[in-house]
């Protein structure tokens, strides 16, 4: 598959919900101590989003490194925007930050 075709699906994901998590394994069943922080965050801020296994797509899971500029896993996606990793995300959770971004993009029912 070509690169062009690989970061067509990435904006595809990206463009799917307001808040897509790109991790290891899924929401139920992660496959990495790092993702599943992450999950509890979100959860914690009751936030809806779309999450991609990167485990299920190789390609993908290589292009996303290059397409973001970040070279770990997971990575947060808010209104297509990479917003970070672990320790982005749970220092805005732990600071509250978290939870406006995600409602503000529309994440969080009312």
Not at 10 to 37: N, R, Y
Not at 50 to 67: C, G, S, T
């Amino acid at each position: 598959m070509s690169e062009s075709e690989v970061s067509a699906r990435i904006k595809a994901h990206i463009e799917k919900s307001p808040v897509v998590l790109f991790m290891k394994g899924t929401p139920d069943f992660p496959q990495c101590g790092f993702s599943a922080q992450v999950v509890a965050a979100l959860n914690a801020c009751h936030a809806a989003f779309h999450a991609v296994n990167i485990f299920e797509d190789p390609e993908l899971r290589e292009a996303l490194k290059a397409y973001s500029n970040w070279p770990t896993y997971p990575q947060l996606y808010v209104r297509g925007e990479l917003l970070g990793g672990c320790d982005i995300l749970l220092q805005m959770y732990r600071s509250g930050e978290l939870a406006p971004v995600l409602k503000e993009a529309g994440a969080v029912a009312a």
